[in-house]
């Protein structure tokens, strides 16, 4: 897994990399009450917002990682948004995407590395 300084998590596999929220960000939110994602074959770059997530505590956007065309949506989260505050980074990831630029995972942190940056 590679991680990102706005506290998201990327696992690739096969070609295709599964973007979520950490159990960090989750914590930092509170209790999750709205998820709203992208559309299957949506095209995004690094940066753009793509998911809405609100909590009792705020709202914030969730910005693409990598550049890319979603693949697969959790549809089980925007159903149960408090999936995502129970499994943050299993079952409540967000979105899956094939990445135009798969070296683009290489600018984010490793596990260890994430650690150390949320101290």
Excluded: C
């Excluded at 599964?18 to 999750?32: F, M, N, P, R, Y």
């Excluded at 683009?104 to 101290?119: L, R, S, V």
């Amino acid at each position: 897994m590679k991680f990102t300084e706005e506290h998201e998590w990327l696992d690739e596999d096969d070609g295709i990399v599964t973007v979520g929220i950490t159990a960090h960000a989750a914590e930092q939110l509170g209790d999750i009450v709205f998820v709203e994602l992208p559309d299957v074959g949506d095209e995004v770059t690094k940066d753009d917002e793509v998911v809405v997530i609100e909590s009792v505590k705020a709202a914030s956007d969730i910005l693409a990682p990598i550049d890319g065309e979603i693949v697969e949506v959790n549809e089980a989260i925007v159903a149960e948004p408090a999936k995502v505050n129970d499994d943050p980074e299993g079952e409540a990831w967000f979105f899956k995407l094939r990445p135009a630029e798969p070296s683009q995972m290489d600018d984010y942190m490793d596990e260890a590395e994430y650690k150390t940056f949320i101290g």
